[in-house]
Structures are given as C-alpha cells and as structure tokens.
C-alpha cells in the first residue's frame, strides 16, 4: 500500500552552466535551500547520485519495467545523505557527502523527496574531470502559478514498503560490525568476479589477506552475500574510491543468511549498498524492528526522544539516556518507534542513528504491523498464562506454547515460527509474551 503524498517542483531538475541544479519537493518550509555550493569530486558525486536514482528504478527479484520512484535526500549538519529502496525494498542505497565533499553551506536542515528525471540522469553520466559541478538543494521561494510560469505538482506514491523498510533497516545495521576493509584496487577485483544479476545463490565473503574469498558456507567472521549480482549498483564509483569495508552481524558455522552493507569510500563521500538476506526478501518484512515497538512505554518513549533530536551528523544514545532519565534501551526502543515513521536511520560508518524527517502519520507503525497489532489484542483479551519463563497462548481454537531460550529468545509452536525460525522477527504470540513481561516489569 503506498501513501500518496503531493510535491511541488519549480521545475525539472537539470544540469545547467551554473551548475546542478537539484529540484526538491519542500521540507520544513515550501521549497527551502538546504545546500548551496559546489561538490569539490563533481565526478565522484555525480556517480553515486546516479548510482542511488539506479537502485531506486531497479526490481532485483523479478525484474520488471524500471520504477519511477524518487530517491530521498537530507540536509543536517556537515552531511548531505541521499537514499532510495529498490523497487524490490531487497536493497537499501544511501551516499553520505561529507565535509570534504563540498564547499558551500547547508543553510537548512530537513528531509524530502528528490526529482531525479532521466534527462538529468544522462546529463550526470556526462560529468567527468575537473569540470565544475554546483549543488543547489531546492529554491529559495515557492513560486504559485501564473501567466510568466508555474509551479510543477507532481504526485509522488511514498511507498508503504519503504517506511518499513527505512524501520528495519535502522534496526538491522544497529547490530552490524565491521569485518573487513581491502583497497580499491582489490575492491575492483572482486567485485567484477562476483556472479551475474541472474545469480540468486546466497554466498559468503571471508577476509583473505588485502582481499575477499567467496565460500558457500558461513564461518566466524564471515559476511553474508545473497544475490551477488545486487552490487551492481557500486561499480561506477570504483575508479573514484579509496576502500571497500563491509559490514554485518556477527555469524558462525551453520548460521542463516543475513543482511549486509557493502560500502565504498572516496575520502569526500561514502556510498553503501546494504543487502537483504536473500534475493526474494525485501526489507518491509523482516519484523526486526517488531520487539522494540512492542512495549506500552515506547511511544511515550518516542515522542520525549523526538522532541531532543537535532540534526547532529549522528544522534548520541548516551546523550540521550541522560537527558531524557531513560535507559539506553528505551532510548534506542524509542528510536525504533521514530524509524516507523522515518525520522531516524543508522550509518554503520560512524556506528551511530542520525536524524531525518519524512511524511507520516501517528497510526503507520501499528497499521504497518498486523503482528504487532494481533499480539496487542491477544493481551487485551487475557490469552496469555504464564508459566515461569514459559507462556501458553490461546488464539482461535488452538494453544501455542512459547519457552525463553537461555539466551532470551522466544520460540513458539505456531505455524509461523515454525516456518521461519526467528529468521523475521517473531510471531504475535512471542510479542504476546515480551508485553506481558513488560508489564509485570
């Protein structure tokens, strides 16, 4: 299900003489200018737009006519970031310009959505050397319609799978830790020996020496590649980076596929490709985010958290904890609750949340998760009888006995756990069971 929202455009975005000219849709006021100056890598940073604009228009499982979907981009201090879902939600693309990308001010801060139309697409293909490469994020007044010109409306579907996407994402690169860097040169190697799009093999990348080994079987320090051929999207930037790091959760011997972030840096900009578990998932549906929305406290959490959050490069938990008289795990429960609506992403560089703001509505995260919802009813209805750290759970006609492993995890005997295995976050009568617990806490 999309939620339609309306942009205004100016006009078409373009590269013009003076520069790019990047058309945005309004942010905290109609048409601000969040960045005005020139890009000091033109080359480099016109790759990686085209690179994230290309992820957004791409369906990596059953490819299909491209999408028309416009990519997201975020002013806040010393960073511009620009982020798009495949039209899958399987992949998750961003690029960071850091300070040494540009020479100008970010002299707002806000988040919208980003025309980036085909003629602009092939006008930055044709960027290349030294030639100048000027940035304008939005104008400076909103023009209304009249006989000298007029305002450009266009109806932008914000797809619902992207706001869960953009909710799981943040939760699952909390976890991740870096496990590996090798340089560009290697970089290149390796991924121009990667198998082709219509791969769909889940493989893993093991650290060897100054490169990557593929093996077909997970190991410690291994990283999950499902879908090989989904780094595509990083090729056009290899002759501008420095390293390749890689990133992802830690795994052993016999561990399931997981999701990983593959992430090239020039020095001036960073683009990353995080990749879902296999080729056919997309992000919207790995229920990660579904524990930490699950308690009674964490929208109250949220709106104490969201009203402390800047627009600082990343978001200090710590900082947070401290000034809110929160634990550090309610202030990142609560931050889980603001990734519903988009407000919060993680950068798995700077192992840190930052701050953005996108359309939304108070209902999404409830709506968004039929699980979250049954769990809540199975409470109210007095479904669940608790055992010590057991539960047994009444829903329809049938009981469901849910156990606590010694590592806190919950199991259950429904058809959904079985099927998945914890893989996608857990079944309603699990989230049952941690409200409750929550409760009694």
Avoid at 189 to 209: C, I, K, N
Wanted: charged share 20%; hydrophobic share 40%; aromatic share 6%.
């Amino acid at each position: 299900m999309n939620a339609v929202q309306t942009y205004r455009y100016l006009q078409p975005s373009a590269l013009r003489t003076a520069g790019l000219d990047l058309q945005t849709s309004g942010g905290p006021a109609a048409n601000p200018r969040f960045f005005s100056g020139f890009l000091t890598t033109p080359a480099a940073a016109a790759g990686g737009l085209l690179a994230v604009a290309e992820v957004a228009r791409t369906r990596y499982h059953q490819p299909v006519s491209p999408a028309s979907l416009d990519p997201v981009v975020t002013g806040s201090r010393e960073r511009l970031r620009f982020e798009s879902f495949s039209g899958c939600c399987g992949v998750y693309a961003r690029m960071d310009v850091l300070p040494a990308g540009f020479d100008g001010e970010i002299a707002g801060h806000g988040t919208t959505n980003v025309d980036v139309n085909p003629p602009l697409r092939e006008a930055l293909a044709r960027v290349g050397g030294i030639e100048p490469l000027h940035l304008a994020v939005g104008p400076d007044d909103l023009t209304v319609s009249t006989m000298e010109g007029a305002v450009v409306e266009r109806k932008v579907p914000l797809p619902g799978r992207w706001m869960r996407g953009f909710a799981e994402v943040h939760v699952l690169t909390a976890g991740f830790e870096p496990r590996a860097e090798i340089p560009a040169a290697e970089a290149t190697a390796f991924l121009r020996r990667l198998p082709g799009s219509s791969d769909r093999s889940v493989l893993w990348a093991v650290p060897a020496g100054r490169t990557l080994r593929l093996t077909s079987r997970p190991t410690p320090g291994a990283v999950c590649l499902a879908g090989a051929g989904r780094l595509a999207a990083l090729r056009g930037l290899l002759r501008h980076a420095r390293t390749l790091r890689v990133y992802g959760p830690a795994v052993r011997a016999g561990s399931p596929a997981v999701p990983s972030t593959w992430e090239l840096d020039t020095g001036s900009l960073r683009l990353s490709l995080t990749l879902s578990p296999e080729p056919y998932r997309g992000f919207s549906g790995e229920g990660a985010a579904l524990l930490a929305l699950a308690g009674d406290e964490v929208i109250d959490d949220a709106e104490l958290v969201g009203a402390l959050l800047s627009w600082d490069p990343t978001i200090d938990v710590a900082a947070l904890a401290e000034a809110t008289g929160l634990s550090d795990d309610r202030v990142r429960a609560a931050l889980a609750q603001l990734g519903t609506a988009g407000r919060v992403g993680y950068d798995v560089a700077d192992a840190g949340y930052f701050h953005r703001v996108m359309p939304h509505d108070a209902g999404r995260a409830e709506r968004d998760n039929p699980r979250l919802v049954g769990a809540r009813t199975l409470v109210e209805r007095g479904a669940v009888r608790r055992d010590g750290d057991h539960a047994t759970v009444r829903s329809g006609d049938d009981d469901y006995r849910v156990r606590r492993l010694p590592d806190g995890n919950l199991t259950c005997t429904c058809r959904w756990w079985g099927k998945y295995r914890g893989q996608r976050g857990p079944c309603k009568h699990a989230l049952a069971v941690s409200m409750l617990a929550e409760v009694a806490v």
